[in-house]
C-alpha cells in the first residue's frame, strides 16, 4: 500500500506540475540560481514560466553580477573564426569549463558573409559591434552603423551616428548608468574633428531608448583632453582610460555616463613624482578588482615585473594601495614575452587574478602561493577580449522603443 500511495504521490506532482523545489520561496530560488555557472542558467530559463520571469528580472543580473566568477567575451582575430564570439566562464577551481556559448555574428546577426562585425566593448551583459573594412591594409571598423546586441537573448538594435566616422577617429564605448537604468553608446574622439568650427575635440552619446528624442548629442570635451583614448575601463557608471601625453600629469581620465561629464581621477602619490616619464605611462593599464578601480604598471627597471594597485576609496587619491606585485620570472610557467599586461579581467573567487598578457594568453595568478596559469581556450590565440557577465533580460525592456531585431536561433 505505501509504494502505491508513494507513485500516487508522484503522479498527483506530474499531473499538477508541482515539486519541492517549486514550493520555495522566490528569494530562496534566486539565491541558488545566483550561483549557478551561466551555461547552466540557460537550460533552467526552460524549467517553468517562474524561473524564467526570475533570471530575466535585472535584479538578479545585478545579483549575478556581484557573485559570478569572471566571465569573459572574446572574438578569434584569425579569419577562419573572426565571425564567432565565445562567452567563457571559470569555476569555482579557476577552470576553463569546455561548455560555452558560441555566438556567430555572420548567421545569426544575418549579416551575411560580406560583413564583418568586430567586438568594440561590453557592458552589464550587451556587448558592442561595428562593421570592419580594410583601408590601405588596415582593418578599421566603420563607425556609421553599430549594433547593440545580447548574446544571449539574441536580440538587437541598430545605431547610426547618422555620418561617416572610423574607428581610428573614435573610441567606441557602451555604458550603463546605474541610476536612471539606461545604457548609452559613447563615441570618444580619438583627435580633432574638422566639421567643429572652433576645433575642439567633442564626444558623442547616444541613449538607447530615447531615440524619438534625439538622436546623438554632442558634448564639448575641450583642448587637448583625450589624448588617443583606448583600452577603457567602465567602472559604477563611468570609463576610465590613461592619457599618455607628456604634458598631463593626472594622467587618468573618466567619463561619468550619467551625467556625461569629464573629470580627472587622481592617480597614487608616487605617480606624479618628477621622475616619473611619458615612456613608464605606456606599461600602465586599468581595470577593475572587486568592484574597485585597479592600475597595473610594470616596475620600473624589471620588464618581467607588475605591481598591481587599487583604490580602496574611489576619488580618493590617498586611498590608492599597492596590493599585488606579480613576478613572471617565479613559478614553473614561463611567459615568453615580457610586454605589458593586456588588460585586467577580475577577481576569482579563490583569489586569483585574471588577465590577458600580450593579447595571446589568458593567464591567472595566485598572490597566495605566487604562480601563473596559462588557459587555452580552443586553441585560440590573438584575440579580442572583454569582461562579461550575462544578462538573460529582453533587450526590448533595456531599449524601449528603439526597432528591435532578433537573431537567427541558435
Given at each position: 500500500m505505501a509504494k502505491k500511495k508513494a507513485k500516487a504521490e508522484k503522479a498527483d506532482e506530474k499531473v499538477g506540475g508541482t515539486d519541492i523545489i517549486s514550493q520555495l520561496h522566490p528569494n530562496i530560488v534566486i539565491d541558488i540560481l545566483s550561483r549557478l555557472p551561466f551555461n547552466t542558467l540557460f537550460s533552467c530559463?526552460?524549467?517553468c514560466k517562474t524561473w524564467l520571469h526570475l533570471l530575466v528580472d535585472p535584479s538578479f543580473a545585478?545579483?549575478?553580477?556581484?557573485?559570478?566568477?569572471?566571465?569573459?567575451?572574446?572574438?578569434p582575430r584569425n579569419k577562419n573564426r573572426q565571425q564567432?564570439?565565445?562567452?567563457?566562464h571559470f569555476d569555482n577551481r579557476n577552470y576553463v569549463r569546455n561548455s560555452r556559448v558560441k555566438f556567430a555574428t555572420e548567421t545569426h546577426l544575418g549579416m551575411g558573409c560580406n560583413v564583418k562585425l568586430r567586438l568594440l566593448d561590453s557592458c552589464n551583459g550587451l556587448i558592442l559591434l561595428g562593421e570592419m573594412y580594410r583601408y590601405q591594409r588596415q582593418n578599421l571598423v566603420k563607425l556609421d552603423q553599430l549594433y547593440v546586441c545580447n548574446p544571449i537573448t539574441g536580440e538587437f538594435v541598430i545605431v547610426r551616428p547618422g555620418f561617416n566616422l572610423t574607428s581610428s577617429a573614435m573610441c567606441p564605448c557602451l555604458g550603463f548608468c546605474p541610476k536612471s537604468q539606461v545604457y548609452k553608446v559613447v563615441l570618444l574622439s580619438k583627435k580633432k574633428l574638422v566639421a567643429e568650427v572652433?576645433?575642439?575635440?567633442?564626444?558623442?552619446?547616444?541613449?538607447?531608448?530615447?531615440?524619438?528624442?534625439?538622436?546623438w548629442k554632442s558634448v564639448n570635451v575641450g583642448d587637448g583632453l583625450l589624448d588617443q583614448p583606448k583600452n577603457t575601463t567602465f567602472l559604477n557608471g563611468i570609463i576610465h582610460w590613461v592619457v599618455r601625453s607628456h604634458t598631463v600629469p593626472q594622467f587618468i581620465y573618466s567619463f561619468d555616463v550619467e551625467d556625461e561629464c569629464f573629470r580627472l581621477v587622481p592617480p597614487p602619490p608616487e605617480f606624479v613624482s618628477p621622475d616619473r616619464t611619458t615612456w613608464s605611462k605606456w606599461g600602465i593599464n586599468l581595470g577593475v578588482l572587486e568592484g574597485r578601480l585597479a592600475i597595473v604598471e610594470r616596475a620600473k627597471g624589471d620588464f618581467w615585473c607588475f605591481h598591481i594597485w587599487v583604490m580602496k576609496d574611489y576619488g580618493v587619491q590617498a586611498s590608492w594601495t599597492k596590493t599585488y606585485t606579480m613576478d613572471f620570472m617565479m613559478g614553473k610557467v614561463k611567459l615568453k614575452h615580457y610586454s605589458s599586461i593586456s588588460q585586467i579581467l577580475g577577481l576569482c573567487r579563490?583569489?586569483?587574478?585574471?588577465f590577458t598578457h600580450h593579447r595571446r594568453n589568458l593567464v591567472s595568478f595566485n598572490p597566495v602561493n605566487p604562480s601563473f596559469k596559462i588557459h587555452k581556450i580552443d586553441k585560440l590565440c590573438?584575440?579580442?577580449?572583454?569582461?562579461?557577465?550575462p544578462n538573460l533580460s529582453s533587450l526590448r525592456d533595456i531599449a524601449r522603443g528603439e526597432p528591435l531585431f532578433n537573431a537567427t536561433l541558435r
Open positions: 530559463r526552460c524549467v545585478q545579483l549575478y553580477r556581484a557573485r559570478a566568477n569572471p566571465c569573459i567575451i572574446l572574438q564567432h564570439l565565445y562567452a567563457v572652433n576645433n575642439n575635440m567633442v564626444t558623442l552619446v547616444y541613449t538607447l531608448g530615447e531615440k524619438g528624442n534625439g538622436l579563490n583569489g586569483d587574478i585574471l590573438n584575440f579580442l577580449m572583454h569582461p562579461y557577465i
